[in-house]
């Protein structure tokens, strides 16, 4: 079992580039499919849920050729299946956008109930609503989406609730629809406008992404295409709030600092210098950070994403915080964790209440997710001693080679697996 072990005290400074967008690419590589001719997909991040879902395409037939690391080819008109086996999606909740993808080409599909990390309830129930209003059967057994239609026809759909998953499946679905959809109430992400500008590159007709309408003009077929990813507006602000948190003075290249401004506001309110160029962000500490108060809502307000990452943060700050999670239930697990490092925070219902710390100390943690274990690890560098962080496969899932940049920037952090790793570490760092 691999471990981070990390020796804190040590400000960041320097510059990191950030990568392709994890949740954009996911969709966009499960869209991919939707011709038969050959996609160009580029500034992929090299991360475990990639992979994965890239192994599940291949799996029903799909020619994927990997170019390097972060450029992959692929071509669906091999496709031969469009049962996505429970052992790929197990392991990666956007697998379920392959649904929206081949049911609008194939006008079927069968995959299993999705996966991923444990933060809370995420129901698919406006994914389903969706492929049914477009006219296609939807049932649910021995673990399976199972959804086909003789033909899928453009319809006026509302959904009841903003949901980033249903916006992209349904949006995917009626690109190949008869006649013209309408989707209200949609989320507004970036990573949604990724999605629509990408189909539009292969002769989708889609307008509004971005906005809280959606309107495809449904076409009978797609093209290839060539294509780049955005860059990763939560991987910037990870490496943002590191700066905060450990008073140091970094710069994320290769952003779109729109992306970012619910991330840049909470830097300002708590105290952090900001400086914003056009395709990269500086965030200085210096001194004593305050408290402020955060909501997680959909875009453009603060990503639940972030939540983490602000939480660790506000742990040092002067003063008392609140943080309210509006779109995830368990997204707390990692304060429990933060407690045993020294930090004050007492958690009720959808709400955490954080008294400021002067200073963490180094303990054993263990990651609970994906973005809190990225947290912890935050915290882990912010300590005057040494912290193990347990369950890095989650951090795996969602940062590429996230101990080097961090080491690039100062950071004094390595993967281990054994204890012997360990005791070498702590000898080499005394």
């Known amino acids: 079992m691999e471990q981070y072990i990390i020796k804190g005290g040590h400000p960041l400074v320097g510059e990191v580039e950030i990568g392709g967008a994890k949740n954009a690419a996911l969709a966009i590589l499960a869209a991919a499919i939707m011709t038969d001719e050959t996609v160009t997909i580029d500034n992929l991040p090299d991360v475990n849920d990639i992979n994965v879902l890239l192994d599940a395409i291949a799996g029903i037939g799909a020619n994927v050729y990997r170019v390097d690391r972060h450029t992959v080819k692929i071509n669906g008109k091999s496709i031969t299946d469009v049962d996505i086996e429970y052992d790929y999606i197990k392991k990666i909740r956007a697998s379920y956008y392959l649904l929206g993808a081949l049911l609008g080409k194939y006008k079927r599909a069968e995959v299993a109930l999705p996966g991923g990390c444990n933060i809370g309830s995420r129901p698919i129930d406006q994914h389903l609503k969706g492929f049914r209003a477009l006219g296609a059967e939807v049932d649910i057994e021995h673990g399976k989406i199972m959804a086909e239609a003789e033909r899928l026809t453009g319809k006026h759909i509302y959904f009841d609730v903003v949901s980033v998953g249903a916006t992209i499946n349904v949006m995917m679905a009626a690109t190949m629809a008869e006649g013209i959809t309408i989707l209200e109430n949609v989320a507004k992400e970036p990573h949604v406008v990724d999605v629509a500008n990408f189909l539009n590159s292969m002769g989708a007709n889609i307008r509004g992404a971005g906005t809280d309408v959606i309107k495809i003009r449904g076409v009978q077929r797609l093209h290839g295409t060539e294509y780049s990813v955005i860059p990763d507006q939560i991987e910037a602000g990870t490496f943002m709030f590191a700066a905060a948190a450990t008073k140091g003075d970094v710069t994320v290249l290769n952003v779109i600092p729109k992306h970012l401004e619910a991330t840049i506001a909470k830097l300002v309110e708590i105290g952090c210098e900001v400086e914003e160029f056009d395709d990269a ?150």
């Open 281 to 430: 962000v500086r965030v200085v500490s210096k001194g004593d950070l305050t408290s402020t108060h955060v909501k997680t809502l959909p875009y453009p307000g603060f990503p639940t994403d972030m939540q983490p990452q602000i939480g660790v943060t506000l742990a040092l700050c002067k003063g008392t915080s609140t943080i309210t999670e509006s779109i995830f239930e368990n997204r707390f697990k990692y304060l429990d964790e933060l407690a045993r490092m020294g930090a004050n925070v007492k958690v009720e219902s959808n709400s955490a209440t954080i008294e400021g710390v002067e200073k963490f100390s180094g303990a054993r943690v263990s990651a609970p997710d994906l973005r809190a274990g990225a947290a912890l690890c935050i915290a882990g560098l912010a300590t005057d001693g040494i912290t193990i962080v347990d369950d890095i496969v989650y951090i795996q899932r969602g940062y590429e080679r996230f101990e080097e940049k961090l080491r690039g920037l100062g950071g004094v952090i390595e993967k281990v697996e054994t204890e012997r790793d360990i005791q070498k570490f702590k000898l080499k760092v005394s």
